[in-house]
Nanobody
Framework: QVQLVESGGGLVQAGGSLRLSCAAS????????MAWFRQAPGKERDFVAS????????YYADSVKGRFTISRDNAKNTVFLQMNSLKPEDTAVYYC?????????????????WGQGTQVTVSS
């Protein structure tokens, strides 16, 4: 079955950087668009970034444009989220997600596969 496993979260000071990874298995990775979402306490899960089958087509939420970069390594079945200039408002659980029926991924409604999430905490 499809599994998505996130890693790389942690505690960082404002202005710092983190790189999240999402390792995928059980799917033909290079044929799936991939996405990152985040959910802060008491808030809805929000779209962060997504990528099509190669690095040439990427999409970002306005709140992270210019600070976050999504990329993928199809040889390693992994999608990354490089997060720079982190702010306290970036604190959330970050999830990767995919669905063979959806490309590009621009919102989380009805997506079939989700990871378990990784916590990112940005201190001020």
């Amino acid at each position: 079955q499809v599994q998505l496993v996130e890693s790389g979260g942690g505690l960082v000071q404002a202005g710092g950087s983190l790189r999240l990874s999402c390792a995928a298995s059980g799917l033909s990775f290079r044929t799936y668009a991939m996405a990152w979402f985040r959910q802060a306490p008491g808030k809805e899960r929000d779209f962060v970034a997504s990528i099509m089958y190669t690095d040439s087509n990427t999409y970002y939420a306005d709140s992270v444009k210019g600070r976050f970069t999504i990329s993928r390594d199809n040889a390693k079945n992994t999608v990354f989220l490089q997060m720079n200039s982190l702010k306290p408002e970036d604190t959330a659980v970050y999830y990767c997600a995919t669905d063979p029926r959806v490309a590009p991924i621009l919102n989380g409604a009805g997506l079939r596969y989700w990871g378990q999430g990784t916590q990112v905490t940005v201190s001020s």
